[in-house]
């Protein structure tokens, strides 16, 4: 195969990666392109094997292959939804170290003719490759809750992190400058540490967003190594995921309600906070079923607000028997969707798709709120932050200028949840505490599928 | 390809990159995000010329790390993508929204 | 620049134009148009260089008249768009909608 | 200035391009946005200059320059807007022209050991630069109504376009092979007539298409002459202006309710239309201005729907004096906006604003046409094609197809024109006969500022 055709061929998969973001865009197109930047990853893949053939190492070259598929399918294929943006994550991270990877064989394989621009891009990827591995290897941990989900802020901490990334810089110029493998590990390790660290002040609602931006910067990379490799597709591809990357981490962070810049910059800015540790002693009203389900049945308008709760529980055929239930019963039933409730966007109309909820029962977050004046209850199913008055009321928490389900506004609010422990975001929740609230404690699909039998029964 | 064609084309790229999701509805921000991780994945390309081009055991080494990485990046992003969008099938209206 | 850069800049302007004008609301479907009918007024520069390389007088001649007409269709282009948009200022909240 | 710095100067013209067309597609930033196109225009000119500096036949240019300059700003700054989409159309015909020009000119200059592909992108810029040249001129004469408006086909003619093309394609094959001036100049020769036919059978509504199309077809003149002229500059601007007009071209099809394929092959497929000829003697119910301020006195909702006239006449003022003065009787007005009402898109808009008509007063089409069956009076002022039944009664009229207002579902129609004088599509307009319309016949303006006053002494 000539050169000629590979460039096309390249070019093609590329155009395939642009249809597969533009159809990722549009929720009708969307399972379609990301076929299609399948197939694109495929046809750039068998021409590498084609035009290079044949090619050294193959054996190891394929089984290489045939181990990764036998880690990243099975993986993908098994994790439970509410944590696949942990998974996501993860995902981005190998990606990062890959590329990094790349560039250190690159860079010890440069022969001292090699045009600086060329070693610029090469430590460039080594950089922030290994700042992407490592920063999607902590969003990991958070995310899935190996590690606490609070900003992890330590006195001085921002003065580290800005000596660590000056370091990063100096020893990049002296890695550029004199050719070596030992600047060039010292190096990626101190990349991998600023990773972390650039990471770990991120908390509660930031982290998706951080994982957004750790994206674009491995697209970034891998246009990088293009540029080393000489290959159209490559820039072209990681063009495309770094600049889309870098739009999409702005729309996560205003559809959160939070601001990039402080997101981005946090690290340096973080000071330790005193969220206040998760269940003091002070009373509460909790209340029995029969409790709730008496408040249901005397209610005339109902709005449930599910959260990341119910989808641990798995509530969701549950919670449309209950609304169906209070439908018959000629009560205005409406579901108040947060957008980021739950672990991803989207991630309570999907829930609630699969037990076919009426899609006309779901009201978004600017329609519900205006109604909860005229709303009797307020049922809240394992859904905590995205209720929580802090976010208005007290600057400087995880969540604050989060936009919130003003719940509080209606007559009475329920919350289903199986402890005081806090949310995500690990901050208390002050309207617990409220009197016009009762909680219901336990896993929510118990505790619904009791409800239920209970407004039953009256 | 000569250093001002590529910043042609890296600057087009950009802005395809931009346009193209520009107007995305939040519902579908995670799943975007996943699909456009999974497209770099396409490292793998650059680490299969590097394992192609190794001499020594360490270049290898390394090169074969990163293929497996880029690989499971790659295929592992495209299936987790998709069955995130399968869960979507459920309320198409939604989805339309 | 080689061709394959080339192919890859064409392709790629090929979906910024797409992208950037696929929202346009039918209000402004005339001056975008009128906009862009500016734009490839470019080919003044184009017109420039062959009346730089102009040997014989049919050359020149030829070159002077194409700059004449590139040049009526940049800057009247943007001339009269910028008057048709002008007209606009009347409702901006119409121009919002 | 070194090669490079060109190019990257050249690059930034073309970021303002792109920039500029984004601008223009949104009414906030349409302004900016068009004079940040200028602005790359401007850059890119003075860089050849600066580049190639000194500047052969520089006085010629310069004086060129100036000459063109000369002639296109009064033209822009005094044409009325009436007349604008004519401009644009001839504006877009010199820029092919030029094109053409140039491509001749390299082609002159061509060596012998030009590669094939130069050769090719020469010949392409030559002929479709001839067909937009011819083609523009004779849209402009068409909207100018220098010559008539209704598609002009004669028996046989889809076959004198197609031999016209095939022998445009079979010389244009000759002129790549044997490099020559003569076989060029014919080649041009044909490309001009072929302009012409390609243009001559659209009529009516398509001719905006047209010009939309062939405004596409000079960005790729120009994006060719770029390849040519190893110009990125050129090749990005022309690729943009080719993209984004043929998306236009599409997107104003749709909004006229028009097939594009239709309009393209028009050409060929046109047959000799029986488009009943204007004015024959068929009884209509003529009114005096009272009997019009009677009706709308009385009536509780009154739809004006304006037109081209409204324009000609310039009575945007008065038009909106009549509907003050209804509205202050408590009568609900409303403005019923056809998409291509006038000669350009958003021609009524514009015309409106001037009168600083209340924006909220303004209906598009789909959302006016549902209220006409609860409305008394429509008023047409000045339209006639827009709300022509005939584009839905008869299939294979010029303007069949597209949608319009039907202000026949109205209790009353009146009419305010001059004459029985068809519209710009040049056919009946059924409506004029029908029972419920009155006509008052003269000037827009005069007419209207007679019902004011009539209606005032009421
Ligand atoms: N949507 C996204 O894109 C995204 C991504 C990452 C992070 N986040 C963050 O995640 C949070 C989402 O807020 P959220 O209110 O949906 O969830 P949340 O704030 O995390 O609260 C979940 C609540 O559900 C309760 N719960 C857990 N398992 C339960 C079970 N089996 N039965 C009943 N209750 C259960 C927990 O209390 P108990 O433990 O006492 O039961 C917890 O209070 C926000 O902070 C958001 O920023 C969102
Ligand atoms: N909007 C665009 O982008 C665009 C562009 C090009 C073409 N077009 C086409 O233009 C047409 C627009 O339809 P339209 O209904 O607005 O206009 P029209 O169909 O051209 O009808 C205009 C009417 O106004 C009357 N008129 C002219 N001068 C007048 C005056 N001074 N006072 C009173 N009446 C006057 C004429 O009748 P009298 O002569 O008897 O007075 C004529 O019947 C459509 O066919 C459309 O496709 C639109």
Known sequence: ?458 | MDAMAIVSIFVLAVFVGFEVVSKVSSTLHTPLMSGANAIHGVILVGAIIVADHSETTLELGLSVAAIILATINMIGGFVVTDRMLEMFKGNKKGADK
């Not at chain 1, 000489?230 to 072209?236: A, G, N, P, V």
Request: charged share 10%; net charge neutral.
């Open chain 1, 1 to 458: 195969m000539n050169r000629t055709m590979y460039d096309l061929i390249g070019l093609a998969a590329g155009v395939c990666f642009i249809l597969a973001l533009k159809g990722l865009s549009h929720p009708k197109t969307a399972r379609r392109g990301n076929l299609i930047g399948a197939l694109g990853a495929t046809i750039a893949t068998l021409v590498v094997f084609a035009y290079n053939a044949p090619l050294n190492n193959l054996g190891w070259i394929v089984g290489a292959i045939a181990v990764g598929s036998l880690i990243g399918v099975p993986a993908a294929r098994r994790v439970q939804m509410t944590q696949m943006p942990q998974l996501v994550a993860l995902f981005n991270g190998v990606g990062g170290g890959a590329a990094a990877l790349v560039a250190i064989v690159e860079y010890l394989a440069l022969g001292s003719d090699a045009s600086t621009a060329v070693v610029i891009f090469t430590v460039f990827t080594v950089v922030v490759g290994c700042v992407s591995f490592s920063g999607s290897i902590i969003t990991f941990l958070k995310l899935q809750e190996l590690m606490t989900t609070r900003p992890v802020v330590f006195p001085g901490g921002r003065f580290v992190i800005a000596a660590t990334l000056a370091s990063v810089l100096g020893v990049s110029g002296w890695v550029v400058v004199a050719l070596g493998t030992t600047p060039l590990l010292i190096l990626a390790a101190l990349s991998l540490l600023f990773g972390v660290l650039f990471v770990l002040p991120v908390g509660g609602a930031d982290v998706p967003i951080v994982i957004s931006l750790l994206n674009a910067f491995t697209g970034l990379t891998v246009a990088a190594s293009g540029y080393v490799l000489d290959s159209t597709l490559l820039i072209i591809a990681g063009t495309l995921v770094g600049a889309s990357g870098t739009i999409l981490t702005r729309l996560m962070a205003d559809a959160m309600g939070r601001s990039l810049f402080g997101t981005l910059f946090g690290a340096f800015t973080a000071k330790p906070q005193d969220a206040s540790a998760a269940g003091e002693e002070r009373p509460v009203r909790s209340g029995s079923p029969d409790d709730v389900a008496i408040l249901l049945n005397y209610a005339r308008r109902v709005v449930i607000v599910p959260g990341f709760g119910l989808a641990v529980a798995q509530a969701q055929h549950t919670v449309r028997e209950l609304a169906d239930l209070m439908i018959s019963k000629g009560i205005d039933v409406a579901y108040g969707i947060h957008p980021v409730a739950g672990r991803m966007p989207g991630h309570m109309n999907v829930l609630l798709a699969e037990a076919n909820v009426p899609y006309d029962q779901l009201a978004e977050m600017d329609e519900v709120n205006p109604t909860f004046g005229q709303t009797d209850v307020a049922i809240v199913i394992g859904a905590n932050d995205v209720v929580n008055p802090a976010a208005q009321t007290t600057p400087g928490c995880p969540i604050y200028g989060m936009p919130i389900l003003e719940v509080s506004n209606s007559a009475n609010v329920i919350f289903l949840k199986r402890s005081m422990r806090p949310g995500f975001a690990g901050i208390e929740n002050e309207l617990l505490y409220d009197p016009k609230t009762m909680l219901l404690f336990g896993d929510a699909k118990a505790s619904l599928t009791k409800v239920v039998s209970a407004l039953k029964a009256l």
